[in-house]
């Protein structure tokens, strides 16, 4: 199983940024895909996530209506429209999708808010 998470970079606060995720290297569908980041000196935190049936959502209240994650283009895919950005949201993004019972992890991208 193979996570790969991009769309990372340097953006100005206030400024969006879209990351993607792509699990492969299975069979079927994970049964849900979530986001989370990892700032500097900081424990990992939860930020979004997504079932991939019945399609619900749930967000951290520090992301709640400025961050929106959906299901990509391909299956087992999902995005993270980031809008509104501040310098404290800079951290390393990981995804990560529940398959088979288990969590996989990607390798995790990069995102830094600065002027």
């Known amino acids: 199983v193979q996570i790969v998470e991009s769309g990372g970079g340097l953006v100005q606060p206030g400024g969006s940024l879209r990351l993607s995720c792509a699990a492969s290297g299975f069979t079927g569908s994970t049964s849900a895909m979530s986001w989370y980041r990892q700032a500097p000196g900081k424990e990992r935190e939860w930020v979004a996530s997504r079932l991939t049936n019945g399609k619900h959502t749930d967000y951290a209240d520090s992301v709640k209506g400025r961050f929106t994650i959906s299901r990509g283009n391909v299956d087992n895919t999902v995005y993270l429209q980031m809008n509104s950005l501040r310098p404290d949201d800079t951290a390393v993004y990981y995804c990560?999708?529940?398959?088979?019972?288990?969590?996989?992890w990607g390798q995790g991208t990069q995102v830094t808010v600065s002027s």
């Open positions: 990560k999708a529940r398959l088979y019972h288990r969590d996989f």
